[in-house]
Nanobody
Framework: QVQLVESGGGLVQAGGSLRLSCTASGSIFSINAMGWYRQVPGKQRELVARITSGGSTNYADSVKGRFTISRDNAKNTVYLQMNSLKPEDTAVYYC??????????????WGQGTQVTVSS
């Protein structure tokens, strides 16, 4: 069994900052990539940022220059530093891990989600 535990969401004013964290634990052999997605009611879940085990990153155009994803491989933890937040960043943010477990099965696993609300 794999667990992804997220933290760091909350309410912030426009222009402010938040830092999300997500730690993976359980029956993990390796984590190939970790990322953050977000979803608002009535819309599809969308990629915010993603980082591979080698450190390659990609970002949604809407967050480039404002958000930074980083990763501590030793701790199986991914971070999302969010600066210059805008009301349109309001969403539930989900952590994702593309991993191989100790049975050598590879799949995606999701966290429970953390709410980020940006007030204008």
């Amino acid at each position: 069994q794999v667990q992804l535990v997220e933290s760091g969401g909350g309410l912030v004013q426009a222009g402010g900052s938040l830092r999300l964290s997500c730690t993976a634990s359980g029956s993990i052999f390796s984590i190939n990539a970790m990322g953050w997605y977000r979803q608002v009611p009535g819309k599809q879940r969308e990629l915010v940022a993603r980082i591979t085990s080698g450190g390659s990153t990609n970002y949604a155009d809407s967050v480039k220059g404002r958000f930074t994803i980083s990763r501590d491989n030793a701790k199986n933890t991914v971070y999302l530093q969010m600066n210059s937040l805008k009301p349109e960043d309001t969403a539930v943010y989900y952590c994702n891990a593309h991993l191989t477990d100790r049975g050598y099965y590879t799949y995606d696993w999701w966290g429970q989600g953390t709410q980020v609300t940006v007030s204008s």
